[in-house]
């Protein structure tokens, strides 16, 4: 079946815009995260959900982030007033039900460049 | 706080030669470990993970991982790397409960004709 998938595969944007980045989880897979990819940091864990729901949202950087899933599927994360700082890959993975033994699958990103 | 730690950023090895990234993990209860691998401009991919039973623990492409309680480490090797080997490699770890899964910052494999 298919993977995750996650779009735009690319966005640049000016400093002060909002961006919207998409997220399609493995269709049935309950658990959907947000990571951030920058250079040199590793991956950084921004928001989970169970479902529509949000149990950790501890990794947000700041209140301009913000993410939202609708009908236990797709998920938006959101950016708004973005910074240089912001430029990142955002990475989206789903798993079946949210136990953290579970292997994440992951999309391919989504390379967000804030001049 | 759980916390990853992979020692090297980066990390030349020549095709057909061996090679092991380090990991190593600080958790005072027990941990599930796993390695990912992210070849380039993909997303990441689990190599193998270790969630209890025999500490040697095989993945895919030849890989294989040794959890090592008393150095808390969890070192990924593989006998003979081939250019494909090429990616960058994420050691990981999970405490249970409603802990996240922490990532370490990644190895850069570079294989060397």
């Known amino acids: ?79 708004q007033r973005t910074q240089q700082e912001d430029s990142a890959v955002y990475l989206c993975a789903s798993s079946s039900l949210g136990q953290g033994v579970e292997t994440q699958y992951f999309g391919p990103g989504t390379r967000l460049l804030v001049l | 706080a759980q916390s990853v730690t992979q020692l090297d950023s980066q990390v030349p090895v020549f095709e057909e030669a061996p090679v092991e990234l380090r990991c190593n993990y600080s958790s005072s209860v027990s941990v599930y470990l796993f390695w990912y691998v992210q070849y380039p401009n993909q997303g990441l991919q689990l190599l193998l993970k270790y969630l209890s039973g025999s500490t040697l623990v095989k993945g895919i492409n030849g890989f294989e991982a040794e959890f090592n309680k008393s150095q808390t480490s969890f070192h990924l090797r593989k006998p003979s790397v081939h250019i494909s080997d090429t ?4 050691c990981a770890a999970y405490s249970g409960g409603y802990q996240k899964v922490t990532f370490g910052t990644g190895t850069k494999l570079q294989v060397i004709p």
């Open chain 1, 1 to 79: 079946g298919a993977g995750v998938s996650q779009s735009p595969s690319n966005k640049v944007t000016e400093k002060g815009k909002d961006v919207e980045l998409r997220c399609d989880p493995i269709s049935g897979h309950t658990a959907l995260y947000w990571y951030r990819q920058s250079l040199g940091q590793g991956l950084e864990f921004l928001i989970y959900f169970q479902g529509n729901s949000a149990p950790d949202k501890s990794g947000l950087p700041s209140d301009r982030f913000s993410a939202e899933r609708t009908g236990g599927s797709v998920s938006t994360l959101t950016i």
């Open chain 2, 87 to 90: 990616a960058e490699y994420f």
